[in-house]
């Protein structure tokens, strides 16, 4: 590399990192990542991977490992619980430093600056890299495990493969996601036989060897449940196994793409419902430029290209299953995996657009237009994740506040019932609580509170309770009311 390539790498990675853990130091630990730090620091107070999930109640826990494990010899090694949330950004700078090798390997220099570049800065995989979730392990280690396949393969080099057999394994001890790297691996090998005659063992020394890492944890879960992953599933439904066709044809799954679009569109970019017109720069800019960078790769179809295009099309396939199947709109995080080759189609894109085919020096007079759009998508980029913060800061604010009421006021057996944020009000109260579901009504909430013996209630009515459900239940004789917010959270005490 040369000295300029050198400094505009370490620049990048800089920039890549900075953002990742001002806001990893600003965000709320929130959601499934109050699950996840739970477990983590369970694991420390216990010493060994707990047999229950207590803070979810399930009888076994059920979630692969890895990211617990390591998250609870931070924990151990500095004595400090926040170091945990520190996670997520080192896995997050670790990417951009395996994307940048990955796609030099592929292509050449400047397409892996362009692509660390805009990997550091994309809404979806810097926001994950932030939170305290498993999403950007599960991203390092396909890309890895990925890059050091196709220098195995291509060098006949055992040890390459051993190690990406290595990766493939922890990536399943990571999520359940790592499963489809092996269709990754599959259509590589086949790609690659077909031209240079690659030996099949290669492609079973990779399989076999991750496999045997990764699959031992699945007993446990299939055990306890009847499904290899968990009570809730990966793909296809819960422990009853349900036919994604019949969801399909008779829930009429699909209408998810139809009914909610701007949804599905709004969680992938990462904007927020106080989202202003800046914070939509960059999913204009990038989705023009991705589909432009599609086009050309799909017109020259080159080895390189199709293995870009295999990463993006497996996850967005895995992604579209599991939407249809579950309908969360939460389920587009599955498609993390992919961001590194789909910040090499923008790369190929703006290569395209900026730089001459012949030279692959940028056009003089293309120079302020490209640094413009450049520091505009970075500014989006930024303010984005900002406005994800801020909105997801108030609103654990206000949960919090709550919660401290109860942490105060109450005694450490009782049992919760809450309708939305179940997860992070169990961790900042501290207290055993069940979640009643979101849109319940005021049946449904005595019954799951008869059922489970809850003693408190913690309702919110933006999760949708039913119209007039915190009027019936004020004036129930069986409830009384406790703590009131001026932004419609409620507590009550049985009577």
């Not at 290595?166 to 790609?191: D, R, V």
């Amino acid at each position: 590399m040369k000295i300029t390539e050198k400094l505009t790498f370490m620049l990048i990675i800089f920039f890549g990192a900075l953002l990742r853990f001002y806001f990893a130091i600003i965000h709320p630990v929130s959601s499934d990542a109050t699950w996840h730090l739970a477990i983590a620091e369970n694991i420390v107070i216990l010493g060994h991977i707990p047999q229950a999930d207590t803070f979810r109640h399930y009888p076994f826990l059920w979630h692969p490992p890895l990211f617990h494990l390591i998250a609870a010899q931070l924990y151990e090694t500095t004595s400090n619980a926040l170091i945990m949330k520190f996670l997520s950004p080192i896995f997050g700078v670790m990417t951009l430093f395996i994307a940048f090798v990955f796609i030099r390997y592929l292509f050449r220099t400047d397409i892996a600056l362009l692509t660390t570049f805009f990997l550091a800065i994309i809404p979806l995989h810097l926001y994950f890299s932030v939170i305290s979730y498993v999403s950007t392990a599960i991203t390092f280690l396909t890309i890895f495990c990925v890059f050091l396949f196709l220098r195995g393969i291509s060098d006949e080099n055992h040890k390459m493969l051993i190690l990406s057999g290595l990766s493939f394994g922890l990536s399943i001890l990571t999520k359940a996601t790592g499963f489809t790297i092996a269709f990754i691996l599959l259509i590589i090998f086949f790609l690659y036989y077909r031209k240079k005659n690659v030996k099949v063992f290669n492609l079973l020394l990779t399989m076999v060897i991750g496999l045997l890492v990764g699959n031992l944890w699945y007993l446990r879960p299939y055990i306890a449940y009847g499904n290899p992953f968990g009570p809730a599933a990966f793909l296809f439904g819960s422990t009853s196994q349900r036919n994604i066709l019949e969801v399909i044809i008779i829930e009429r799954s699909y209408l998810i793409f139809f009914n909610q679009p701007e949804r599905l569109l709004a969680y992938f970019w990462v904007l927020s419902r106080n989202s202003s017109i800046i914070s939509y720069i960059t999913p204009i800019l990038m989705s023009l430029t991705f589909l432009y960078g599609l086009f050309e790769l799909l017109r020259r179809r080159q080895d390189s290209d199709i293995v870009l295009m295999t990463i993006v099309f497996v996850f967005t396939a895995i992604v579209i299953v599991y939407l249809l199947d579950h309908m969360e709109i939460q389920g587009i995080r599955l498609s993390l995996p992919m961001l590194p080759a789909l910040s090499g189609i923008l790369a190929f894109g703006v290569l395209k657009l900026f730089f001459s085919e012949k030279t692959h020096i940028l056009y003089s007079w293309r120079i302020y237009l490209l640094t413009f759009l450049f520091s505009l998508i970075c500014a989006s980029s930024t303010y984005a994740i900002y406005e994800k913060t801020y909105t997801v800061s108030s609103d654990i604010e206000i949960v919090g506040n709550a919660c401290i009421w109860i942490d105060q006021y109450t005694l450490d057996s009782i049992k919760l019932l809450n309708d939305g944020w179940r997860d992070d009000v169990e961790y900042l109260s501290k207290r055993y609580t069940i979640f009643s579901g979101t849109d319940a009504n005021f049946s449904r909430i005595l019954n799951s509170a008869q059922i489970h013996n809850a003693t408190y209630l913690l309702l919110q009515e933006s999760f949708g309770l039913e119209e007039g459900t915190i009027e019936l239940i004020d004036t129930s004789t069986q409830f009384n009311k406790v703590y009131e917010s001026d932004f419609s959270i409620h507590i009550y005490c049985m009577k």
